[in-house]
Nanobody, 123 residues
Framework: QVQLVESGGGLVQAGGSLRLSCAAS????????MGWFRQGPGKEREFVAT????????AHADSVKGRFTISRDNAKSTVYLQMSFLKPEDTAVYYC????????????????WGQGTQVTVSS
């Protein structure tokens, strides 16, 4: 069992930045690839970024490439999502998740999920 708690969301103007954090507890953090997903109003939950257990491999959705960066600190059992040049269309609830895959963009391959943190970008 892995418990995930996101933080760092909030209201920001377009062009601004936020850093989301996801603190993990329970089973060994390094056993899992980690991912960030988001769900906007009236939309399905979509992939944002993923990172391997040691941080050596990352992947980002095309919609956020060059603006968002996923990272992790295994000593702190925490995964981060640095978001820059935010746009109103980035408004969503952001979720972190843990997978037994090295990395994955598929929602169904993530076993554990956090409760989410709201990010709102005003124009």
């Amino acid at each position: 069992q892995v418990q995930l708690v996101e933080s760092g969301g909030g209201l920001v103007q377009a062009g601004g930045s936020l850093r989301l954090s996801c603190a993990a507890s329970g089973r060994t953090f390094t056993s899992y690839g980690m991912g960030w997903f988001r769900q906007g109003p009236g939309k399905e939950r979509e992939f944002v970024a993923t990172i391997s257990w040691n941080g050596a491999i990352t992947a980002h959705a095309d919609s956020v490439k060059g603006r968002f960066t996923i990272s992790r600190d295994n000593a702190k059992s925490t995964v981060y999502l640095q978001m820059s040049f935010l746009k109103p269309e980035d408004t969503a609830v952001y979720y972190c998740a843990a997978s037994q895959r090295t990395i994955s963009s598929r929602r169904g391959e993530y076993r554990y999920w956090g409760q989410g943190t709201q990010v709102t970008v005003s124009s």
